[in-house]
């Protein structure tokens, strides 16, 4: 079985630049999560989809991060304009209904 | 809020030395407490799920258990391949949330 794919694995950019991140979740799995992880902590929830709908994002910078889930399956997260403290990892998640969470690999973004 | 404590951040051991990682937790309802391996570069791995205080989980040289306030992730004669990062996380009950994570304990087994 196919794990959850993202891309790109690695982006450097300058800050006020914008970067796009793309997760595609295991086959079947309605729920999708995106997390931020700073250099030596532990994921910290940005958003939740629910199919196409969104659960929680009560923790997403609202100002500059939006994300989107269409037709329920791939998602899309996006940063603009990129500060500095936005360097981190941006790790996707996909669950099916209530049940334990699989991680992509990550992307690994870097602001100048 | 929610609140999750590892330790240590940090633990060496020899190969074959057993030890055990602690997890504390504050929550208002726990729906299920989450390990997770996670190495250099990559995305966690999962390990195990807990539900209710008493509940033990083994795999491997790793058991996981768990008390109404803390869980412990035993590791039994470790080796080298066992040097990674252990995430626990705890999911708040009710419904179907995200899951809140502990800054990890980094494991390092020398031969």
């Known amino acids: 079985e196919a794990g959850v794919a993202q891309s790109p694995r690695y982006k450097i950019i300058e800050k006020r630049q914008s970067v796009a991140f793309w997760c595609n979740p295991i086959s079947g799995h309605a729920t999708l999560y995106w997390y931020q992880q700073i250099l030596g902590q532990g994921p910290k929830l940005l958003i939740q989809?629910?199919?196409?709908?969104?659960?929680?994002d009560s923790q997403l910078p609202k100002d500059r991060f939006s994300a989107e889930r269409l037709k329920g399956v791939d998602s899309t997260l996006k940063i603009q304009p990129a500060k500095l403290e936005d360097s981190a990892v941006y790790l996707c998640a996909s669950s099916l209904e209530g049940a334990a969470q699989y991680f992509g690999p990550g992307t690994r973004l870097l602001v100048l | 809020e929610d609140q999750v404590t590892q330790s240590p951040e940090a633990l060496r051991l020899q190969e074959g030395e057993s030890s055990s990682l602690n997890c504390s937790y504050t929550v208002s309802g726990l729906r299920g407490l989450f390990w997770y391996r996670q190495d250099p570069g990559k995305g966690p791995e999962f390990l195990f799920t807990l539900y209710s205080a008493g509940e033990e989980k083994e795999k491997e040289r790793l058991k996981a258990t768990l008390t109404k306030k803390e869980s412990f992730l035993h590791i039994t004669a470790p080796k080298p391949e066992d040097s990674a990062t252990y995430l626990c996380a705890v999911q708040e009950a009710p419904g179907r949330r995200a899951l809140t994570f502990g800054s990890g304990t980094r494991l390092q087994v020398q031969p």
């Open positions: 989809f629910q199919n196409n709908g969104v659960v929680d």
